[in-house]
T-cell receptor
């Protein structure tokens, strides 16, 4: 079992729709969770961090965390073609070394 | 500096040669990470530094890979006797502090694209 799992996609949504990206993790002790966006040929860019159960909203982005289910999600409202990218989920290792573990990423395509 | 700086941006080397990749983190960031990303793949963890020490080097693929960090700042990743399977983008990231119980927000450099021919 991979430590952080994501559906590779591609996930295709029409412009203006809500895109829902999901991630599960195996380390029950993880306490920090991140979503990175990576455009083709570019390096990952941090877009959301979440540390507590529940929802965290930032503009069009909402991160959701459910530690009991070991599940993290990212919702993108009013999706735009510029949101088309690969979205990487990352968790902080519970070993307290500060190690970040990434999933394989989900490719999102927003169609005009 | 303003961001994480990596050099060179591109490196083509012959199989069997040694290469050094450099990472200059954001000023004041104590944590530094190296990852590797092959074409179309996710990020493979290589090594993590907190200050000058490496509490986790579990991701280094073989003993041909080594890394050091000096002065709590610049880090170099060295690959000896390069092989074609070492071809990938090597990404460095830094973060400002270690958060209890897990990782903290990390900021990435633009990467070094290594091609072994």
């Amino acid at each position: 079992q991979k430590e952080v799992e994501q559906n590779s996609g591609p996930l295709s949504v029409p412009e203006g729709a809500i895109a829902s990206l999901n991630c599960t993790y195996s380390d029950r002790g993880s306490q920090s969770f991140f979503w990175y966006r990576q455009y083709s040929g570019k390096s990952p860019e941090l877009i959301m961090s979440i540390y507590s159960n529940g929802d965290k909203e930032d503009g069009r982005f909402t991160a959701q965390l459910n530690k009991a289910s070991q599940y993290v999600s990212l919702l993108i409202r009013d999706s735009q073609p510029s949101d088309s990218a690969t979205y990487l989920c990352a968790t902080g290792s519970s070993s307290n070394t500060g190690k970040l573990i990434f999933g394989q990423g989900t490719t999102l395509q927003v169609k005009p | 500096g303003a961001g994480v700086s990596q050099s060179p941006s591109n490196k083509v080397t012959e199989k069997g040669k040694d290469v050094e990749l450099r990472c200059d983190p954001i000023s004041g960031h104590t944590a530094l990470y190296w990852y590797r990303q092959s074409l179309g793949q996710g990020l493979e963890f290589l090594i993590y530094f907190q200050g000058n020490s490496a509490p986790d080097k579990s991701g280094l693929p073989s003993d041909r890979f080594s890394a050091e960090r000096t002065g709590g700042s610049v880090s170099t990743l060295t690959i000896q006797r390069t092989q074609q399977e070492d071809s990938a983008v090597y990404l460095c990231a830094s973060s400002p502090q270690r958060r209890t119980g897990g990782g903290v927000r990390a900021f990435f450099g633009q990467g070094t694209r290594l091609t072994v021919v």
